[in-house]
C-alpha cells in the first residue's frame, strides 16, 4: 500500500506540471499574456521553489523532484507573461 500512495503522490506533481503547459500554449499562441495574474504566478513559483528546498533538505526526493518540475512549467508561464506584457 505505501508503494502505491508513494506513486501516486509523486504522478500528483506530473499533474500539477502538466496543469501548466495549456496556459503556456495559449500565451505563445495568442502572442498576449493580458489575463494572466503575474501575482498569483509568482506566489507559485515561490511556493514551488520553496518545496524544492524543503525536499532537497529533508531528502524527500519524490518532492524535490515534483516540485522541481513544476516550478519549471509554471516558471515558463510566468516567463512568458513577462515577455508578452513588454512585447
Do not use: H, W
Not at 500500500?1 to 508513494?6: A, D, F, L, P, S
Not at 513559483?45 to 523532484?65: A, E, H, P, R, T
Request: hydrophobic content about 50%.
Amino acid at each position: 500500500m505505501r508503494e502505491i500512495v508513494t506513486f501516486l503522490f509523486g504522478l500528483g506533481f506530473v499533474f500539477n506540471a502538466s496543469l501548466f503547459v495549456p496556459q503556456a500554449i495559449r500565451i505563445v499562441k495568442t502572442k498576449s499574456a493580458q489575463n494572466i495574474s503575474l501575482i498569483t504566478f509568482a506566489g507559485f513559483n515561490i511556493i514551488q521553489f520553496n518545496s524544492v528546498l524543503y525536499g532537497y533538505y529533508y531528502k524527500d526526493k519524490i518532492l524535490m523532484y515534483g516540485s522541481l518540475i513544476s516550478f519549471i512549467a509554471c516558471g515558463t508561464v510566468t516567463l512568458l507573461a513577462i515577455y508578452y506584457r513588454k512585447a
